[in-house]
């Protein structure tokens, strides 16, 4: 690029400040009252190189009727760099917007038409922060009322077509096989889509909430598009590991595209998950955000936060995490974000000064999410099974602050004694069984022989009980829980000889390890041996099983630990995160 001269210069700063001046004018000729919005008239062009031209109008919103008083589809794209932007034309005046916005207007526009849509680039003056603050707030209803929303993920590449092309196959939701066969069978296809789903569009956080708010959704990329259901799909036939080819004979783009899909799974979640916000603050804490306040204001549409969050972008993002955590344990009396803080923050950015029991929601490491597993079964594992302890006492104190300290209340339930880490790896379970020693620990607090729940707890009873379960899904449940079991008890087989207690022939002695509880334990014992005796291979099953759910489950940022002899007398305890 050649250096601009010293007048080439002057003229281009004074055109760029007269066509912000121009913007300035445009809204001043649109002001919004409560619960107005802008809306962007696309005018109708005969050619895509045909410039961009259109009118802002204003609509309203009638929240008592839940209808707004305009008709049109919504925006998603990402800004992409704020200093390479083009001109068009809003209210007859040039205006400069971000070049990905002038490119997806430009592509998105109809021939003999006008489009109709919400762009929060233009509709919302970003100078104008009071605006900003009351229409970010009110974009969980823009998004949600609009007609469709329109997924801009840039201009087309070489494969494009192909890609988009196997997406809109996959719209139509054929079969499970009919659909894994097709992906196995198009190689150009499943790398077009494998390019397109590798986009920086879907590594935004904004995108969370726009996508899951909107009903119907088309993806565009240049002027090809298909719905949006077809990605649905695929994460959905990507997440069944059963139905794709065994992996010796797999071509080899399949499981770049099954990669490619984890970068979508936040985005197919079901809406009923949204009420889960420690989980959704999980699911999306890979997500960037240009402004980090937004990694917390960009869930305001989508998860209930109003009762702890304000968004206001005069405060700084230190104040914005700070206030977030402080009002989340004071309206809930939970401690669970606690989780969070410490917790894989982000390296190499300005330190804000949060007080360590506030999470730097500025990450954006990745969450374990593996090939095989749909993120529905990704969850913070809940060991209270819903009975929380809570902050705030009977006496009436709740979580306070000092400053930077919290101060809460709680009670001393035991001390620790021994730690070892869950990490991924086969012999793991058996140094833990070592470790912990269960020939001669006593009875757990909740009834259960000792070796079960140890068993249920090094895979994080993934299938345990919960309320609400149905009659089908409880004895699903139940069924894989006493596989687990039988597939520990086989694992306890391949310990040393010392590590359990054992019969003479040298099988390991169910009865001693079960101790007081072995008359209450006795069908696990009878299936164990029966299968032993008769069917050695359905065994091998369970303990494959049961190492494959301790693999997928296990990781570096979980322990075990056992206790003293205060008050749990040595029960076995998962410690998620490190902490309590």
Same mark, same amino acid.
């Given at each position: 690029?050649?250096?601009?001269?010293?007048?080439?210069?002057?003229?281009?700063?004074?055109?760029?400040?007269?066509?912000?001046?121009?913007? $300035?004018?445009?809204?001043?000729?649109?002001?919004?009252?409560?619960?107005?919005?802008?809306?962007?008239?696309?005018?109708?062009?005969?050619?895509? %190189?045909?410039?961009?031209?259109?009118?802002?109008?204003?609509? *309203?919103?009638?929240?008592?009727?839940?209808? %707004?008083?305009?008709?049109?589809?919504?925006?998603?794209?990402?800004?992409?760099?704020?200093?390479?932007?083009?001109?068009?034309?809003?209210?007859? %005046?040039?205006? #400069?917007?971000?070049?990905?916005?002038?490119?997806?207007?430009?592509?998105?526009?109809?021939?003999?038409?006008?489009?109709?849509?919400?762009?929060? /680039?233009?509709?919302?003056?970003?100078?104008?922060?009071?605006?900003?603050?009351?229409?970010?707030?009110?974009?969980? $209803?823009?998004?949600?009322?609009?007609?469709?929303?329109?997924?801009?993920?840039?201009?087309?590449?070489?494969?494009?077509?192909?890609?988009?092309?196997?997406?809109?196959?996959?719209?139509?939701?054929?079969?499970?096989?009919?659909?894994?066969? &097709?992906?196995?069978?198009?190689?150009?296809?499943?790398?077009?889509?494998?390019?397109?789903?590798?986009?920086?569009?879907?590594?935004?956080?904004?995108?969370?909430?726009?996508?899951?708010?909107?009903?119907?959704?088309?993806?565009?990329?240049?002027?090809?598009?298909?719905?949006?259901?077809?990605?649905?799909?695929?994460?959905?036939?990507?997440?069944? /590991?059963?139905?794709?080819?065994?992996?010796?004979? $797999?071509?080899?783009?399949?499981?770049?595209?099954?990669?490619?899909?984890?970068?979508?799974?936040?985005?197919?979640?079901?809406?009923?998950?949204?009420?889960?916000?420690?989980?959704?603050?999980?699911?999306?804490?890979?997500?960037?955000?240009?402004?980090?306040?937004?990694?917390?204001? /960009?869930?305001?549409?989508?998860?209930?936060?109003?009762?702890?969050?304000?968004?206001?972008?005069?405060?700084?993002?230190?104040?914005?995490?700070?206030?977030?955590?402080?009002?989340?344990?004071?309206?809930?009396?939970?401690?669970?974000?606690?989780?969070?803080?410490?917790?894989?923050?982000?390296?190499?950015?300005?330190?804000? &000064?949060?007080?360590?029991?506030?999470?730097?929601?500025?990450?954006?490491?990745?969450?374990?999410?593996?090939?095989?597993?749909?993120?529905?079964?990704?969850?913070?594992?809940?060991?209270?099974?819903?009975?929380?302890?809570?902050?705030?006492?009977?006496?009436? *104190?709740?979580?306070?602050?000092?400053?930077?300290?919290?101060?809460?209340?709680?009670?001393?339930?035991?001390?620790?004694?021994?730690?070892?880490?869950?990490?991924?790896?086969?012999?793991?379970?058996?140094?833990?069984?070592?470790?912990?020693?269960?020939?001669?620990?006593?009875?757990?607090?909740?009834?259960?022989?000792?070796?079960?729940?140890?068993?249920?707890?090094?895979?994080?009873?993934?299938?345990?009980? &919960?309320?609400?379960?149905?009659?089908?899904?409880? %004895?699903?449940?139940?069924?894989?829980?006493?596989?687990?079991?039988?597939?520990?008890?086989?694992?306890?087989?391949?310990?040393?000889?010392?590590?359990?207690?054992?019969?003479?022939?040298?099988?390991?002695?169910?009865? /001693?390890?079960?101790?007081?509880?072995?008359?209450?334990?006795?069908?696990?014992?009878?299936?164990?041996?029966?299968?032993?005796?008769?069917?050695?291979?359905?065994?091998?099953?369970?303990?494959?099983?049961?190492?494959?759910?301790?693999?997928?489950?296990?990781?570096?940022?979980?322990?075990?630990?056992?206790?003293?002899?205060?008050?749990?007398?040595?029960?076995?305890?998962?410690?998620? #995160?490190?902490?309590?």
């Amino acid at each position: 690029m050649l250096p601009l001269s010293g007048r080439t210069a002057q003229w281009l700063f004074r055109e760029i400040t007269r066509l912000n001046t121009y913007l $300035t004018e445009v809204y001043q000729a649109s002001p919004l009252g409560k619960n107005d919005f802008r809306l962007l008239h696309v005018q109708p062009a005969p050619s895509l %190189s045909s410039p961009v031209v259109a009118q802002l109008s204003v609509v *309203h919103y009638d929240p008592y009727t839940d209808k %707004s008083s305009g008709f049109y589809d919504a925006l998603s794209y990402r800004w992409g760099d704020p200093n390479d932007k083009e001109t068009i034309f809003i209210n007859g %005046s040039g205006v #400069r917007v971000m070049k990905n916005l002038e490119i997806a207007l430009r592509n998105l526009r109809n021939k003999d038409t006008e489009l109709v849509i919400w762009a929060d /680039a233009i509709c919302i003056n970003q100078d104008d922060i009071e605006e900003r603050n009351v229409q970010v707030a009110l974009m969980g $209803t823009i998004y949600s009322k609009s007609y469709r929303l329109r997924i801009w993920l840039g201009e087309a590449g070489p494969d494009t077509a192909a890609g988009m092309e196997l997406m809109h196959y996959c719209s139509g939701f054929p079969s499970n096989e009919d659909g894994v066969k &097709k992906i196995a069978n198009d190689e150009r296809g499943s790398t077009g889509l494998t390019e397109l789903l590798g986009r920086d569009y879907w590594n935004r956080m904004w995108m969370f909430q726009e996508i899951l708010l909107c009903q119907s959704k088309q993806v565009h990329c240049g002027r090809f598009n298909a719905q949006f259901n077809g990605i649905m799909f695929l994460d959905m036939v990507s997440s069944k /590991a059963a139905l794709w080819p065994d992996p010796t004979n $797999t071509p080899p783009w399949i499981l770049p595209l099954r990669r490619a899909l984890l970068n979508t799974t936040q985005f197919t979640i079901n809406r009923h998950r949204l009420n889960e916000l420690e989980n959704i603050l999980v699911l999306t804490r890979r997500l960037h955000a240009t402004d980090a306040r937004d990694k917390l204001f /960009a869930l305001m549409g989508t998860c209930n936060m109003s009762p702890y969050l304000a968004i206001d972008y005069n405060k700084p993002e230190r104040d914005v995490y700070v206030e977030f955590t402080r009002r989340h344990i004071e309206k809930t009396g939970s401690l669970a974000l606690l989780m969070l803080a410490g917790w894989e923050n982000p390296e190499g950015q300005k330190d804000i &000064k949060l007080p360590s029991w506030t999470p730097d929601f500025r990450a954006s490491k990745t969450v374990g999410i593996y090939i095989g597993y749909s993120i529905e079964n990704s969850t913070i594992f809940n060991a209270s099974k819903g009975k929380r302890f809570t902050a705030a006492s009977r006496s009436g *104190h709740t979580a306070s602050h000092a400053e930077s300290a919290l101060v809460t209340e709680g009670f001393l339930l035991d001390t620790v004694q021994k730690t070892v880490p869950i990490v991924k790896s086969e012999s793991c379970p058996k140094q833990m069984t070592s470790a912990f020693n269960l020939g001669r620990v006593g009875s757990h607090p909740s009834g259960k022989p000792q070796i079960q729940a140890f068993c249920e707890t090094i895979v994080f009873d993934i299938y345990g009980p &919960k309320e609400g379960d149905s009659v089908e899904k409880s %004895s699903y449940k139940q069924e894989r829980q006493l596989q687990h079991m039988l597939g520990f008890m086989k694992h306890l087989e391949t310990l040393e000889d010392d590590a359990v207690p054992r019969k003479r022939d040298g099988s390991v002695d169910f009865s /001693a390890l079960f101790g007081s509880e072995a008359s209450r334990s006795g069908s696990f014992v009878r299936h164990y041996e029966d299968l032993r005796r008769s069917r050695p291979d359905v065994l091998a099953g369970h303990h494959k099983a049961f190492m494959k759910d301790y693999m997928y489950n296990a990781g570096k940022i979980s322990s075990m630990f056992s206790t003293g002899d205060v008050i749990l007398d040595g029960v076995i305890i998962v410690c998620s #995160r490190g902490m309590l």
